[in-house]
């Protein structure tokens, strides 16, 4: 049965529950409200129908069934709300919330049934739909306002978050008020606690419990005073560095002072259940909507911080173990939390997962940063340039024996960029480490390392992009550090196979498969730069216009021009190149682009129709100057032997030839063709030869002659 507030009003007269047949109906609001309305309205239509027909009603009945009921039923509803919102208004002033809102509910359901039963177009009934949102209203205000007594807020403006500056400025205020016990009940029969609750913990979380987590150097000041039966929660900045993150044990101690403060005036407070509901307390229900932001930023910005990020501090962690578990039970205890959870102790007990994820991400970014680093600054590296004599006189004493030799695995002598040697011993560090610990730390630590390698791949060609493709020394140094890289990656995992768990000392802690990845990556970007350097010594050449009529002063000086472009541009790459490319690489380098500038030489001059004698002698001029500065363009700068280059430059011997042609005299060009088998005809066709007979010389029978030895 419905709760209903008592009727103050006496009963105008007691009925009986049924009246003798042919009764006139009588006014049913001396019924007891606590009567269901649902049966007073069928008690209504049943005496309307046990009326006899012969029985003449009074003359205020003279009208139709329908009119009669509605007639009654507005007496009824009159006579019996009219005392109930009397009441209502009374329980209001009196503070009596409870009361009142019973009242209000029970309006309400008696509205509900009238307006089901298609009474809702009664005068009375309109009536008191209109009085029942006044008084819902009336009942919010009060309530609001009690609770506002109850709970005060000082906060900095709506906006702004609180910070180091602003965060004394904050205060909340709970009063014990005398009917707080009243207010919370009404509050929930209402159906406005839960909302009131929720907006509390959202300006809790916002206003005191954040600050306390991510602020390290504040400290909550509880203030209770009994005569006023009042707690004041606020903060006092302490003299400590605002960049230190916060120190578990003392987060879990502010927060359990900040509960426990509010926990007696307020959350402590026990809402009535009814109709089956469970009675539950403040301090439970704040805790439903507060502890999955609060665990979340207690985790974010303290547990995460708190993981140590080597692994001799393991051990020391489990002093925020412990104190992680006596939180959550203090927690429980005062019935913020439900027996079952327990996210910061989850998140605590798996300290080796964490460590070893934090310690992976750092290394990362570690190994980023050193890749972003500038690649000009260098460090010799390598070991010294075995002399060929012993290397010929090792092979040969070893050819019959199954044995390795001893600078197989050794890395030339060449620079590489300090931040790419930082970058490897970064990687055995981490290896040696990963060596030691747990084997699912192990794991993360060791495929970090060939994390960091493969971003390598991506991050330095990236970020170094302009660098490589317009810098020949950066080029180098890039194609070295890739080499160097490669080279320690051949035995990297070998070294520490044996101290790895399983399934890493299985086999699988190889690098080996990144090596032709890393050599790919060094003759990529060093071919590029080949490319670029060959093209700009065509360009240069191209200056030359074919080397025609040099003999002329505007010609020569072109040509002249060319050719100490090209010298200058070699000379500059045998500067940048020298120290830090090892010497073979460096010699094959330099050999190629000189050999592309001797082909297009060989080639344009050789195409050539007319070839005077000053124009030759011009031109044996400029490319006899540019013969004798080749030498010293391929010798790298600590190789003290003279470099042999018919070995090194294909064209050599092509372009020595062509020289001596424009300088020597017909016959000279026919005995060293020697019908066929001299250095000559090593090197050029018969056609070309008779090509440049016919440019130099003149034609007389003497050519004839000549042209017809050269077959």
Request: proline share 5%; hydrophobic share 40%; with cysteine.
């Amino acid at each position: 049965m419905r709760s209903r507030v008592k009727s103050t009003m006496p009963y105008t007269r007691s009925m009986p529950t049924t009246d003798p047949p042919g009764t006139p109906p009588r006014s049913y609001t001396t019924r007891c409200r606590h009567c269901p309305l649902r049966c007073r309205l069928s008690a209504i239509r049943s005496r309307e129908t046990s009326v006899p027909s012969s029985t003449a009603p009074p003359v205020i009945f003279m009208t139709s069934p329908d009119s009669w009921r509605r007639l009654t039923l507005s007496l009824m509803c009159y006579s019996h709300y009219a005392s109930l919102l009397t009441d209502f208004q009374s329980f209001v002033q009196n503070g009596e919330f409870l009361q009142a809102a019973d009242a209000v509910n029970e309006l309400k359901s008696d509205l509900d049934v009238l307006i089901e039963d298609g009474y809702c177009e009664l005068k009375i009934v309109k009536a008191l739909r209109s009085e029942l949102r006044v008084n819902q209203e009336t009942l919010l205000h009060h309530l609001g306002e009690a609770w506002s007594a109850m709970t005060v807020w000082t906060i900095p403006h709506a906006k702004e978050p609180v910070t180091l500056t602003n965060v004394s400025q904050v205060q909340l205020k709970v009063v014990n008020i005398e009917n707080a016990a009243v207010t919370v009940n009404a509050m929930k029969q209402v159906g406005i606690l839960k909302s009131k609750m929720q907006v509390f913990g959202k300006k809790l979380m916002d206003y005191i419990l954040k600050p306390v987590v991510m602020l390290s150097n504040v400290a909550p000041s509880i203030n209770a005073t009994k005569k006023s039966q009042s707690t004041t929660v606020g903060f006092k900045v302490l003299p400590k560095s605002s960049e230190e993150a916060s120190d578990p044990v003392a987060v879990y101690k502010s927060t359990l002072a900040i509960l426990k403060a509010l926990s007696g005036p307020l959350l402590s407070l026990k809402t009535e259940g009814k109709n089956g509901d469970e009675n539950t307390t403040l301090m439970a229900m704040l805790g439903e909507y507060v502890w999955p932001e609060l665990s979340k930023c207690i985790i974010t910005h303290c547990l995460v911080h708190s993981i140590p990020t080597s692994s001799s501090k393991l051990n020391e962690y489990k002093a925020v173990i412990t104190a992680t578990e006596g939180f959550e039970a203090s927690l429980r205890k005062t019935g913020f939390i439900a027996e079952t959870a327990s996210p910061l102790l989850t998140y605590a007990r798996d300290v080796n997962v964490h460590f070893a994820n934090k310690k992976c991400q750092e290394l990362i970014v570690e190994a980023r940063k050193l890749m972003k680093r500038e690649l000009h600054n260098t460090k010799r590296v390598g070991t010294m340039k075995v002399d060929n004599k012993d290397v010929k006189d090792q092979k040969q004493d070893t050819k019959d024996k199954c044995h390795v030799s001893e600078g197989i695995f050794a890395l030339p002598e060449c620079a590489v960029s300090e931040s790419i040697e930082c970058l490897v011993n970064l990687a055995y560090q981490t290896l040696q480490e990963a060596a030691s610990n747990t084997p699912q730390c192990a794991i993360q630590l060791f495929y970090t390392v060939r994390n960091m390698f493969e971003i390598f791949c991506d991050v330095v060609p990236t970020y170094h992009r302009d660098s490589l493709q317009k810098l020949p020394q950066v080029c180098a140094l890039h194609h070295n550090n890739c080499m160097y890289i490669a080279h320690h990656l051949l035995t990297l995992g070998h070294q520490y196979r044996q101290s790895l768990p399983p399934p890493l000392c299985d086999g699988t802690s190889t690098f080996v498969d990144l090596i032709p990845v890393f050599r790919k990556l060094a003759s990529e970007c060093f071919l590029a730069q080949m490319r670029i350097q060959r093209d700009q010594l065509v360009e240069s050449l191209s200056g030359a216009e074919g080397f025609d009529q040099v003999a002329t002063d505007d010609n020569f000086l072109a040509c002249e021009r060319a050719i100490k472009q090209v010298v200058h541009q070699l000379g500059h790459l045998q500067r940048v190149w020298t120290d830090i490319l090892p010497s073979n690489i460096y010699t094959k380098a330099m050999s190629t682009l000189i050999n592309t500038v001797l082909m297009h030489i060989v080639e344009k001059v050789s195409s050539l129709e007319d070839i005077s004698a000053d124009d030759a002698q011009q031109l044996h001029s400029l490319l006899s100057g540019l013969q004798d500065r080749i030498p010293h363009l391929i010798k790298p700068g600590e190789v003290e032997e003279p470099v042999l280059v018919q070995s090194t430059v294909d064209q050599w011997t092509s372009f020595s030839e062509l020289l001596f042609m424009l300088d020597a005299s017909m016959q000279d060009i026919v005995d060293r063709w020697a019908e066929g088998k001299g250095p000559l005809a090593m090197v050029f066709s018969a056609s070309d030869v008779k090509s440049l007979i016919r440019a130099i010389f003149q034609n007389t029978d003497r050519r004839a002659t000549a042209l017809a030895k050269i077959r």
